[in-house]
């Protein structure tokens, strides 16, 4: 499936959080958006996934679906959102309940997500009795049980400490390596961009432009590759020279919540 | 007269010897002594106002500071915490209790319920009277607002029972607590009568609610209410209580004099000072003349105790079960101040 | 390598500091105080410090409720109060909740229903007992309305601010996932709104046996409000006392049952 974004402008009253954004989420790719914090990021995300209306512009998916597929444009979260008075399996039923699918289905499609995530033996658990990481690995189950054309992911590792980060990339690679799944990836991580993007998206601040799209040459599976470092640096380098002036002004930014 | 009354407080006050040296003038004009009666602003206090406003206690040597309350109940209780020296008010079980536990005895009269005297009302509500009740004895076996279990309207009905040949079992008494719910009750139609005091009486019948179908006075003549004190004022200050229960006589005989006295007809006319007296029992309870004239209630003249009455109030309170059954009524009077 | 101009120091142990401004559990020591308390409350009578009219010993006060335990008195006052703070507090949340519910929801409720609950809210409800028995009547239903009432406008006030602090993310997320709205009500607002409900019930079973005894004002036989009242205007201060202990016992075991409660519905937290 593909995203087309069209000159999207959003605005929260007088502040132009982004202006002129013309953007296409290829097929089968994973574009990485980044940015300082504050560059409507997570705003451009909800509005592709239609949970936030645009001031103008329009938003298109195009493209075929999986089979089975029950919720084209699905969510990872970065505060997980899971229902803390379910349990694991449960939290996988809430998204599953209000469609008409035969028991048995519903059933299977929980336990293949569960297993695939390795949280079978934590089907029974609630929320607050998993790690960060498997609460994570919750959300991503979730969103794998209805079948996704495509996955927006909002800086989904950004609450996790650094070797749980590692881990779920790790989970990340393998399911892009089987499903091929289209995903738009909001982080403010460089490194989770190179390690996991086909493309990365670097986004102005204040109002949010397009400022440019990088592309990664480097084959996904690659990247650890002693081979593979001069490029990903020089990429590196370039990503951080768009956005190191701003970063540091964001950073500079008293905070006026 | 008087020069007995100077001699005798001279001998027992204590200033009263040195005053007597120093000077011939009334004691009075030196120091009075300090006490205190707990009352409600209605027109059955008025001897203790006309006592107060016409100086005849400052006569007797007494400072006495009016303590106002506005619930019967409240006032033994004042008394028997030692708030108050004095109380003048209704009587209920309540009051029995507190009596019974030595805290507070009768040393006089207050008002009583007495034939030709409108103080307590029965009256019919509409439908009620409609369907046939007519007369006191009519109330047998009928739903009556009264403000509380062991109130005087609760004695009031078992009297009316004696008097008839029933008890309060064969009524339902209802219990609201106080008067704006009696009478919320009654105008909505939840009760078939009420027992209420004469100013709330004559308001419902004024509402068009409801028919005054009798007097207490005049079906079953009872003492009201009492002035009392504690068993420890009586002990320790015999001379005051004496003192207080004087004044307190002169103000009831010229009171029963102004508002008590009936023609040869027997209607009730105007006595010597009527006028000047409701003026002062209006100012005491913030109330106009002409309401305070409505509802003037008859006291004893020498504030005589109706001792049968009296006994008969505990005997009914103690079959009631309201009262300890150990209680003798001559325990609570002291009937050596008033002969 | 280090300044050998420096004096040699001997080793010292780092001194403890930390101690002290923790809470620890001390299981005995409330019922201690009660006992304690008790204690010293029934020698103040037995050394006629105090006069039992004005605070009865707690030998009295037992020997009170005994009394009414032997005569069933007791069971038939409970009986009569815990029905009408049963059906009284009913009414109220269930209204109260209907009422939350839109208030925490819709926006135009919200805008009508804030004013007008800081309007109503603060009423004395004892003062409107005449216009109830005008409404109502004297029988059970103006018992009801008083209970009733006063338990609804905390009720409001506690739904609709318990729907506020359920986490938007949550609900963000069912809409991503193309749940119905009902759906979402029902499963992640009602839910996410229990813990602020289930607090809300604390104060408004408080507020219904505080409401009892003034129920109970209008010409009630029995309930223990009415055996209160009763003791109350009759000066028998044992049996006031025992009333009142009933009361506080009922409202120990209201606090109980609703604890089970929370820690049944509420395990996830």
């Known amino acids: 499936m593909r995203l087309i974004i069209k000159d999207l402008c959003h605005r929260y009253d007088d502040l132009v959080v982004l202006e002129g954004i013309d953007l296409t989420v290829r097929e089968g790719e994973v574009l990485a958006v980044i940015g300082p914090s504050g560059c409507g990021k997570s705003t451009l995300l909800g509005i592709a996934g239609g949970i936030v209306a645009p001031t103008s512009g329009t938003i298109e998916t195009a493209g075929a679906v999986p089979d089975g597929c029950l919720n084209p444009v699905t969510f990872i979260f970065q505060d997980f959102a899971l229902l803390p008075w379910r349990s694991v399996e449960d939290n996988l039923a809430l998204v599953l309940e209000h469609h008409p699918l035969p028991a048995a289905e519903r059933r299977e499609r929980i336990e293949a997500g569960l297993r695939r995530m390795g949280l079978w033996d ?112 020089e990429v590196r380098d370039r990503l951080w020279h768009l956005i190191r002036a701003e970063a540091q002004l964001a950073d500079r930014e008293i905070a006026n919540a | 007269m008087t020069v007995v009354r100077w001699g005798r407080r001279t001998v027992l006050g204590v200033m009263g010897a040195a005053a007597l040296a120093l000077s011939a003038a009334p004691a009075f004009a030196q120091s009075l002594e300090k006490t205190s009666i707990g009352v409600l602003a209605l027109a059955s206090s008025g001897p203790i106002f006309i006592a107060k406003s016409k100086g005849y206690f400052e006569k007797e040597g007494l400072d006495v500071d009016l303590k106002m309350f506005t619930s019967a109940q409240q006032v033994p209780v004042a008394v028997a915490s030692g708030d108050v020296d004095f109380g003048v008010t ?102 078939d009568a009420i027992v209420a005091p004469v100013t709330v009486a004559r308001q419902m019948v004024a509402d068009g609610a409801g028919t005054i179908i009798g007097w207490v006075g005049d079906e079953t003549p009872w003492q009201l209410g009492a002035l009392f004190t504690g068993p420890k004022t009586i002990a320790q200050r015999r001379p005051t209580v004496e003192k207080f229960i004087r004044a307190y006589q002169t103000a009831l005989a010229e009171y029963h004099a102004a508002f008590n006295t009936k023609d040869a007809s027997g209607a009730i006319v105007k006595g010597p000072g009527y006028d000047s007296l409701l003026a002062i029992i209006a100012e005491a309870t913030k109330q106009k003349p002409e309401v305070v004239a409505a509802g003037l209630p008859y006291v004893d003249p020498q504030g005589k105790l109706l001792i049968d009455d009296v006994v008969n109030q505990v005997k009914f309170w103690q079959a009631e079960g309201q009262v300890d059954k150990a209680l003798d009524a001559k325990s609570i009077m002291d009937l050596s101040f008033v002969k | 390598m280090p300044d050998t101009s420096l004096p040699v120091t001997p080793a010292q142990p780092v001194r403890f500091r930390g101690g002290g401004f923790t809470v620890r559990t001390h299981r005995w020591a409330a019922l201690l105080a009660f006992a304690v308390l008790i204690a010293v409350w029934e020698s103040t009578n037995r050394f006629g410090l105090v006069s039992p009219l004005f605070l009865p010993p707690p030998s009295a006060v037992a020997k009170a409720l005994g009394a009414m335990v032997a005569d069933g008195s007791l069971w038939q006052h409970l009986k009569a109060s815990l029905m009408r703070i049963g059906v009284g507090w009913a009414m109220g949340t269930v209204c109260g909740m209907a009422v939350g519910f839109a208030m925490g929801i819709g926006s135009v409720a919200r805008a009508v229903g804030v004013p007008l609950v800081s309007a109503f809210f603060p009423i004395p409800k004892i003062a409107l007992l005449p216009l109830f028995i005008l409404w109502f009547g004297i029988g059970e239903p103006s018992k009801f309305a008083t209970i009733g009432f006063g338990v609804f406008f905390p009720t409001v006030i506690a739904t609709y601010s318990a729907i506020d602090s359920v986490p938007r993310n949550l609900i963000r997320m069912a809409q991503s996932f193309g749940l119905p709205w009902a759906s979402i009500l029902r499963k992640i607002v009602l839910p996410g709104a229990l813990p602020g409900i289930l607090a809300g019930f604390r104060i408004t079973a408080s507020i219904a046996l505080i409401l009892v005894v003034a129920a109970e004002m209008i010409g009630a036989e029995y309930g223990i409000g009415a055996f209160v009242l009763t003791a109350g205007n009759l000066m028998l201060t044992d049996q006031l006392l025992a009333g009142v202990l009933v009361l506080s016992l009922l409202g120990l075991a209201i606090g109980t049952v609703l604890s089970i409660l929370e820690r049944r519905l509420l395990k996830w937290r």
């Not at chain 2, 019974?100 to 509409?126: C, H, W």
């Not at chain 2, 009556?144 to 008839?164: C, D, E, N, P, R």
């Open chain 2, 90 to 191: 209704g009587l209920t079980a309540g009051f029995y209790n507190l009596a019974a536990k030595g805290a507070v005895t009768m040393i006089a009269a207050q008002s009583r319920d007495e034939p030709g005297f409108e103080l307590s009302a029965y009256v019919a509500a509409n439908t009620a009277f409609a369907a046939g009740l007519k007369k006191p004895a009519d109330l047998k076996g009928k739903r009556i607002a009264i403000t509380t279990v062991g109130s005087t309207f609760h004695y009031m009905l078992g009297l009316l029972g004696q008097k008839y040949g029933f008890t309060v079992k064969d009524l339902t008494m209802v219990p609201l607590q106080d008067v704006p719910k009696m009478t919320a009750a009654f105008k909505g139609g939840q009760v």
């Open chain 1, 122 to 233: 934590f089907r029974k658990a609630l929320p607050k009795q998993l790690s960060g990481g498997m609460r994570q690995r919750v959300g991503i189950a979730r969103a794998l049980a209805v079948r996704p054309a495509m996955l927006l992911l909002d800086e989904p590792l950004s609450a996790l400490d650094a070797q749980t980060r590692e881990l779920l990339m790790e989970d990340f690679l393998a399911l892009w390596q089987r499903e091929r799944t289209t995903a738009l990836y909001v982080t403010h991580n460089l490194d989770e961009a190179l390690r996991l993007a086909d493309r990365v998206v670097v986004l102005s601040r204040r109002p949010g432009r397009l400022r440019e799209i990088v592309t990664i040459e480097e084959p996904r599976d690659q990247r650890l590759q002693p081979s593979a470092q001069a490029h990903l640096a």
